[in-house]
């Protein structure tokens, strides 16, 4: 079975800074993929970037990358010049390969507060 | 662009009730799933379809029972509801595993009293 962990609860940030949001993984898997979902007060969740493990290269799409570190199991969002309507919970998740039949595993999620 | 539709998005049950959780897409998506979020917490799998007549149990199936008799909808029964049902439905689903996109409806709070 994976795992997923996020450490960090909550993270305050002013408008306009960089942020980086950390999730670690355990999986015996060598094929796998990763990805981070936004979950604003309205509940509704939003696929923020996708990462296919085979690939070295870090997803990244408009303000947001990633750093995915494979042989660390390691796979951080940056949000960078941050903006107000980045507030929501940030969820960090793994889906194995081959089928991937059995969905998502999720993390228990960080609460992101952007400060005007 | 209706995607994933879900009702309803609120209900509260008393201990005891029974109810289903309707979840229709229209994206023609084979692969169907029901997640649910307790507060605080990531969302965890309940049951799962990879197309019309399959389907199987996830993390947290107990309790709660699907079928799956056509592509567009996967509805969740909930039996002889407990207060530990509380939480927030997800619906989702995707054009296959894999790695694709997994598409989620706009969520069901229930509560049990």
């Known amino acids: 079975a994976q795992t997923v962990t996020q450490s960090q609860p909550e993270m305050s940030v002013q408008e306009a800074e960089t942020v980086t949001l950390s999730c670690t993984y355990d999986?015996?898997?060598?094929?796998?993929?990763l990805f981070w979902y936004k979950q604003p007060p309205s509940r509704q969740m939003i696929l923020v970037i996708r990462q296919e493990a085979y690939k070295q290269q870090n997803a990244t799409e408009n303000r947001f990358s990633v750093n995915f570190q494979k042989a660390a199991k390691s796979f951080s969002l940056k949000i960078s010049d941050s903006q107000l309507g980045d507030t929501a919970m940030y969820f960090c998740?793994?889906?194995?390969?081959?089928?991937?039949?059995?969905?998502?595993?999720f993390g228990k999620g960080t609460h992101l507060i952007i400060q005007p | 662009n209706a995607g994933v539709t879900q009702t309803p998005k609120f209900r509260i049950l008393k201990i005891g009730q029974s109810m289903t959780l309707q979840c229709t897409q229209d994206m023609n998506h084979n692969y169907m799933y029901w997640y649910r979020q307790d507060p605080g917490m990531g969302l965890k799998l309940i049951y799962y379809?990879?197309?019309?007549?399959?389907?199987d149990k996830g993390e947290v199936p107990n309790g709660y029972n699907v079928s799956r008799s056509t592509t567009e909808d996967f509805p969740l029964r909930l039996e002889l509801a407990a207060p530990s049902q509380t939480s927030v439905y997800f619906c989702?689903?995707?054009?296959?595993?894999?790695?694709?996109?997994?598409?989620f409806g706009e969520g069901s709070w229930l509560t049990v009293v």
């Open positions: 999986t015996s898997e060598s094929n796998y993929y």
């Open positions: 379809s990879v197309g019309a007549g399959i389907t």
């Open positions: 998740a793994f889906m194995r390969s081959g089928g991937g039949a059995d969905g998502l595993t």
């Open positions: 989702a689903s995707s054009y296959g595993g894999s790695g694709n996109t997994i598409y």
